[in-house]
T-cell receptor, first 112, second 114 residues
């Protein structure tokens, strides 16, 4: 899987939007961009994924740059429950039998 | 509710005493795997299974065994646990048919080997 780069940590105020960046300059044309998060004392949790177009679901939005070399996970209104480590992971299509490679991720702190 | 369950959630044991950590999923997923998470090392895959009776080693399989006799269950077996297997363990599953590649993780099992 291609490498991703994320900031080590970010901080947000509660009820405000959060933009979590991820750089993946070596992304290939068949790599999907996946985001997972891990809340304290819990297992990783799928958040969202996309290929080229921006994606929205009930948890978040994923904005993908036109050249696909970067992406941004957007939490529209951060809550205390969103405090977690967020991982940006590239997965080639058809790599379902290979392990997820979690980097260090971004530790998001949410301030009340 | 779609979920992956693990038992026990917490376990303290002694060196050499065989133990099994169970994992079960109710989503009819073909793919199941075990990870361990250690500070500074992230999540590392121990074993995985692509279907019933099909298992293979991940990155850190030494000291572990698995079996996949039924599609929903994927137990992790430590025949002779040692202190270096003290860790947080996660089971995960995903569908190989839908190809969405979303992995669902269990809540984790914190194992301490004395």
């Amino acid at each position: 899987d291609a490498k991703t780069t994320q900031p080590n940590s970010m901080e947000s105020n509660e009820e405000e939007p959060v933009h979590l960046p991820c750089n993946h300059s070596t992304i290939s044309g068949t790599d999907y961009i996946h985001w997972y998060r891990q809340l304290p004392s819990q297992g990783p949790e799928y958040v969202i994924h996309g290929l080229t177009s921006n994606v929205n679901n009930r948890m978040a939005s994923l904005a993908i740059a036109e050249d696909r070399k970067s992406s941004t996970l957007i939490l529209h209104r951060a809550t205390l429950r969103d405090a977690a480590v967020y991982y940006c992971i590239l997965r080639d299509v058809g790599s379902g039998n290979t392990p997820l490679v979690f980097g260090k991720g971004t530790r998001l702190s949410v301030i009340a | 509710e779609a979920q992956v369950t693990q038992n026990p959630r917490y376990l303290i044991t002694v060196t050499g005493k065989k133990l099994t950590v169970t994992c079960s999923q109710n989503m009819n997923h073909e793919y199941m795997s075990w990870y361990r998470q250690d500070p500074g090392l992230g999540l590392r895959q121990i074993y995985y299974s692509m279907n019933v009776e099909v298992t293979d080693k991940g990155d850190v399989p030494e000291g572990y065994k698995v079996s996949r006799k039924e599609k929903r269950n994927f137990p992790l077996i430590l025949e002779s646990p040692s202190p270096n297997q003290t860790s947080l363990y996660f089971c995960a599953s995903s569908s190989l048919i839908t190809r969405t590649d979303t992995q669902y993780f269990g809540p984790g099992t914190r194992l301490t080997v004395l």
